[in-house]
Nanobody
Framework: QVQLAESGGGLVQPGGSLRLSCTAS????????MSWYRQAPGKERELVAA????????NYADSVKERFTISRDNAKTTVYLQMNSLKPEDTDVYLC????????????WGQGTQVTVSS
């Protein structure tokens, strides 16, 4: 059973920080590119950050560069998103994604964790 279990979301004040975690099971984690997406109501799902299977080739949306950091621990089958200097516009449901390059059907999503940035 493939599972992506997200945690770490919540309510934070502007300028604050959160660390999201996504722990995977049911597939070979180290073979997958891991990503964080976010989606607000009525908007398209947006790629926030992605990290290669071995921890290299990290990419970020321009809106979060220098504020967010994606990392992974393959031994723990976990991907993280450290979110600093949070802004109200960062308020979204954040979703963990796992995909295996070259294998279109190997594309998994977590249920999402709510991040709310508000004073």
């Amino acid at each position: 059973q493939v599972q992506l279990a997200e945690s770490g979301g919540g309510l934070v004040q502007p300028g604050g920080s959160l660390r999201l975690s996504c722990t995977a099971s049911g597939f070979t984690f180290s073979s997958y590119v891991m990503s964080w997406y976010r989606q607000a109501p009525g908007k398209e799902r947006e790629l926030v950050a992605a990290i290669g299977s071995n921890g290299g080739n990290r990419n970020y949306a321009d809106s979060v560069k220098e504020r967010f950091t994606i990392s992974r621990d393959n031994a723990k089958t976990t991907v993280y998103l450290q979110m600093n200097s949070l802004k109200p516009e960062d308020t979204d449901v954040y979703l963990c994604n796992a995909r295996r390059p070259g294998w279109a059907l190997n594309n998994y999503w977590g249920q999402g964790t709510q991040v709310t940035v508000s004073s």
